[in-house]
């Protein structure tokens, strides 16, 4: 997976941050495997190439030969994790936090072993936990230390509000690398804060300090923020080879050089080589990569095919799936609202249907439009397009006023 047999410099490619280098090659030199622990909390249902970041750098300490220890935060996802957040995260109900935590895992076996991953869930013992031994715990750590924070900062000098709950977060993420006796713990950037609580902790229950691992946050399609759901600025491991090929050709170039180094396993003489050259074959080459890694190599010929027929000659593909439109739709004037239709037909909030329709990204039989209210009278066969690359040939359904077709 790396170019390099050498642990530290292996472990130490694409990482942005580290306490402390020589507490890894004084725990990499023991003999024996090292416990590698990742926190997640499955807020959401599906892992994105930001999130794939950090776990690919488990699969290498898993290549290596340790211990991955995989913590789901069934327990701290219903608290809300605060870092980097502006307001205060909403709580999620136990089988919310159930659903995607199964969702979570089937995805991560496109990168981890699975067959060694130790999965552990916080519920595991937090939910044994009294209010007696939440006050010894939290009597560890001060708050002072806590509102030094970056993200608390700014909400209090900005006068937003922070919740008390949310002060307990890093102290419970802190005492589950207490509970598995974690060597390593990784994290993306933003979680420093709370990877540094952990090595604070685990003295106090007789363990040795943790080193604390950090990768970058990968910037996302709009070059801009880091890559979330939220901001709709992401590619899913689980999308459509086609989907995945076609979101990589749209980022900036500017984001080429960090995508390749976070996103795909080429040597860095090979990434060099290749954004030397020209930056759309350079790109072409990052979509093929990324694709393979989550689909393999078949699929990824297949999208560039599916890329260049719709896309750079302007094609219609010719597998688009049809989409029946719902008969509730329909008004007494047998029209139904775009967004509506658009939200349905590619599995999105009807608010994202709206944004892409304001944005001129939506055609109706190559048509653009742009009145998020739009309103048509639907025919069997007219083709509808999001953007580049997602298509659906509508079906309409039957009802009074409506022509089918």
Request: charged content about 25%; some cysteine; hydrophobic content about 40%.
């Amino acid at each position: 997976m790396t170019e390099t047999s050498n642990p530290i410099d292996t472990v130490l490619r694409g990482v942005c941050d580290l306490v402390t280098e020589q507490a890894l090659r004084d725990k990499l030199a023991l003999d024996r495997p090292l416990r590698v622990k990742l926190g997640i909390d499955p807020t959401a249902s599906d892992i994105h190439l930001g999130f794939a970041v950090v776990l690919r750098k488990l699969r290498q300490f898993q290549d290596l030969g340790h211990q991955a220890v995989l913590i789901v935060g069934d327990y701290t996802a219903q608290l809300g994790d605060p870092s980097g957040k502006n307001t205060t995260r909403p709580m999620l109900t136990e089988a919310q936090v159930r659903e995607n935590a199964a969702s979570y895992i089937q995805q991560m076996g496109k990168i981890l072993d699975l067959e060694r991953l130790e999965v552990r869930h916080n519920s595991e013992w937090f939910s044994k936990f009294g209010f007696l031994d939440t006050m010894r715990l939290a009597s560890r750590l001060t708050v002072a230390r806590t509102l030094e924070r970056a993200d608390f900062a700014k909400r209090m000098a900005a006068e937003q509000p922070i919740g008390l709950h949310e002060l307990f977060y890093p102290m419970m993420q802190g005492y589950d690398s207490v509970m598995v006796e974690a060597d390593i713990e990784l994290g993306g950037a933003d979680q420093r804060f709370n990877l540094l609580v952990g090595r604070q902790l685990q003295p106090h229950f007789g363990q040795p300090p943790q080193v604390c691992l950090m990768m970058p946050l990968l910037v996302g399609l709009d070059g801009v923020r880091k890559m979330s759901k939220s901001y709709g600025n992401y590619i899913g491991i689980d999308e459509p080879p086609e989907q995945q090929y076609g979101k990589t050709m749209s980022i900036p170039d500017t984001l080429m050089p960090e995508w390749f180094r976070l996103c795909t396993d080429l040597p860095e003489a090979e990434i060099a080589r290749i954004l030397a050259g020209h930056p759309g074959e350079a790109k072409h080459r990052l979509a093929r990569e990324i694709v393979t890694l989550y689909h393999g190599p078949e699929a990824a010929e297949r999208a560039a095919e599916h890329f260049r027929r719709t896309v750079i000659e302007k094609q219609v593909p010719e597998d688009v799936p049809s989409h029946t439109i719902e008969s509730a739709l329909y008004d007494d004037e047998g029209r139904v609202p775009l967004a509506a239709v658009l939200a349905d037909a590619f599995g999105m909030s009807r608010g994202e249907a709206r944004r892409l329709i304001r944005q001129g990204a939506v055609r109706l039989d190559e048509q653009r439009i742009t009145d998020p209210q739009a309103r048509f009278v639907p025919r069997s066969g007219q083709l509808l397009r999001a953007g580049k690359r997602r298509w659906v040939r509508l079906v309409a359904a039957q009802v009074p006023g409506a022509d089918a077709g």
